[in-house]
């Protein structure tokens, strides 16, 4: 058994089984450091950016009224 993030989950063996962890589903925390001048180089703010993209994704999805049927 193996607890992995959703991003490692692109690709699994076919007879892996995959879950759900729930109850309470658990997070992570990603943080950064740079150097003071990094961030304007666009590489650093290429991969700042895609960082908070994703981090920004995962909340909205936490967030959101579960479906109805």
């Given at each position: 058994m193996s607890l992995l993030p959703r991003s490692a989950l692109a690709r699994h063996h076919p007879g892996v089984v995959v879950?759900?962890?729930r109850g309470p589903e658990p997070v992570r925390a990603v943080h950064t450091a740079v150097r003071e001048a990094s961030p304007r180089q666009p590489p650093v703010r290429?991969?700042?950016d895609a960082l908070r993209d994703v981090a920004l994704r995962d909340v909205a999805r936490r967030t959101a009224a579960?479906?109805?049927s």
């Open positions: 879950r759900k962890v290429g991969l700042l579960p479906a109805r």
